[in-house]
T-cell receptor, first 113, second 109 residues
Framework: GAGVSQSPSNKVTEKGKDVELRCDPI?????LYWYRQSLGQGLEFLIY????????KSGLPSDRFSAERTGGSVSTLTIQRTQQEDSAVYLC???????????FGPGTRLTVL | QKEVEQNSGPLSVPEGAIASLNCTYS??????FFWYRQYSGKSPELIMF????GDKEDGRFTAQLNKASQYVSLLIRDSQPSDSATYLC?????????FGKGTMLLVSP
């Protein structure tokens, strides 16, 4: 079946602009995660959604970052007033909730000029 | 704070050799452990997971877990140039996985 999809694959924006990144998890997966990976670095956890529960936002680096998940499926990560240090690959992953195995999307490469 | 430690490498091995990748973790309560492979410019893909102490084999890959020592390893037999990638170790936490920064493996023909 279809895997996790993300859009856009690449996004170039100017400093101070807002951006929205989209993630469409595997059908039926109840848990969805956002990570950030800067060049040459590991995965930095941002936020986690599980079903209808309140999201775990403990990894969001600042209040410029927010995310929502509509209808328990598609999620949007919004970064307001982007800064150059926000440049990274933003990865989304999903699980079926019954296991910890996460399946990753292809990522969105964000470049802030 | 939960941590995963991996040698950043690169680990260089010749084609056909056994590559051994190691990882230590800090959270004694972790139950699930994962190895992901990440090619340059690509997203991580799952190679193996292991829950129980001992060895778990899947093709050329063997994961080894020692909970007492808080140590997990990945052996790759008959290494191929196509195995050249960064290997990420991860363990389960309360709500998500904690990832190491990865070990770069280079397999030379």
């Amino acid at each position: 079946g279809a895997g996790v999809s993300q859009s856009p694959s690449n996004k170039v924006t100017e400093k101070g602009k807002d951006v929205e990144l989209r993630c469409d998890p595997i059908s039926g997966h109840t848990a969805l995660y956002w990570y950030r990976q800067s060049l040459g670095q590991g995965l930095e956890f941002l936020i986690y959604f599980q079903g209808n529960s309140a999201p775990d936002k403990s990894g969001l680096p600042s209040d410029r970052f927010s995310a929502e998940r509509t209808g328990g499926s598609v999620s949007t990560l919004t970064i307001q007033r982007t800064q150059q240090e926000d440049s990274a690959v933003y990865l989304c992953a999903s699980t079926d909730g019954g296991t910890d195995t996460q399946y990753f999307g292809p990522g969105t490469r964000l470049t802030v000029l | 704070q939960k941590e995963v430690e991996q040698n950043s490498g690169p680990l260089s091995v010749p084609e056909g050799a056994i590559a051994s990748l190691n990882c230590t973790y800090s959270d004694r309560g972790s139950q699930s452990f994962f190895w992901y492979r990440q090619y340059s410019g690509k997203s991580p893909e799952l190679i193996m997971f292991i829950y129980s102490n001992g060895d778990k084999e899947d093709g050329r890959f063997t994961a080894q877990l020692n909970k007492a020592s808080q140590y997990v390893s990945l052996l790759i037999r008959d290494s191929q140039p196509s195995d050249s990638a960064t290997y990420l170790c991860a363990f389960s936490g309360y709500s998500t996985l904690t990832f190491g920064k990865g070990t770069m493996l280079l397999v030379s023909p």
